[in-house]
Antibody
Framework: QVQLQESGPGLVKPSQTLSLTCTVSDGAISSGSDYWDWIRQPAGEGLEWIGRIHSSGTTNYNPSFKSRVTISVDTSNSLFSLKLSSVTAADTAVYYC??????????WGQGTLVTVSS | DIQMTQSPSSLSASVGDRVTITCRASQSINRYLYWYQQKPGEAPKLLIYDASRLPSWVPSRFSGGGSETEFTLTINSLQAEDLAVYHCQQNYRTPWTFGQGTKVEIK
């Protein structure tokens, strides 16, 4: 089964850029034609979709983040990445990577907590 | 954006009870609806897709229904391990949007 694993700094200073990577096992990004998603969840709150990238590089972003977010893909290393700029305390959350259109086949990553604090 | 509204926001029920959660969409989404189960400290896990279809790993006490703008998730004979937050998500049109979640507690 394909597995996803998030990685990146757990602490980011306000106004800086949050950077996370999602590694996809078994080279699934390069072997398929799929979209790969980032979702976040502030503590005690609901889920918020940030955006997605196709293995070809095409992106869709949530307009709520559009001016601050960049999602990229590296098919040769089977990973995709999230950058969120100008972060504030409101961006403190657990960040998940997933493949929402193939959720019946691919479970979400376990999630990684990112805290924005000086 | 398509707004998803769940009710109730939380509920408490006894083992063996039948529990129903509702999810309403701000516009028709056909049957493009997922339900997720999120146990404490874990990532969400797919519970139902296409409004009523169960993945192979989901117990048959879970069922989903509805179409267009109104959907339900029913747990027949609630079990202690069903303690979780349940989320609906529309996958009709981006930006994908989620309900605010329903917390199910066991009395």
């Amino acid at each position: 089964q394909v597995q996803l694993q998030e990685s990146g700094p757990g602490l980011v200073k306000p106004s800086q850029t949050l950077s996370l990577t999602c590694t996809v096992s078994d080279g699934a990004i390069s072997s398929g034609s799929d979209y790969w998603d980032w979702i976040r969840q502030p503590a005690g709150e609901g889920l918020e979709w940030i955006g997605r990238i196709h293995s070809s590089g095409t992106t869709n972003y949530n307009p709520s983040f559009k001016s601050r977010v960049t999602i990229s893909v590296d098919t040769s290393n089977s990973l995709f990445s999230l950058k969120l700029s100008s972060v504030t305390a409101a961006d403190t959350a657990v960040y998940y990577c997933a493949n929402l259109e193939l959720a019946t086949l691919i479970p979400w990553g376990q999630g990684t907590l990112v805290t924005v604090s000086s | 954006d398509i707004q998803m509204t769940q009710s109730p926001s939380s509920l408490s029920a006894s083992v063996g009870d039948r529990v129903t959660i509702t999810c309403r969409a701000s516009q028709s989404i056909n049957r493009y609806l997922y339900w997720y189960q999120q146990k404490p400290g874990e990532a969400p896990k797919l519970l139902i897709y296409d409004a009523s279809r169960l993945p192979s790993w989901v117990p048959s006490r879970f069922s989903g229904g509805g179409s267009e703008t109104e959907f339900t998730l029913t747990i027949n004979s609630l079990q202690a391990e069903d303690l979780a937050v349940y989320h609906c998500q529309q996958n009709y049109r981006t930006p994908w949007t989620f309900g605010q979640g329903t917390k199910v507690e066991i009395k």
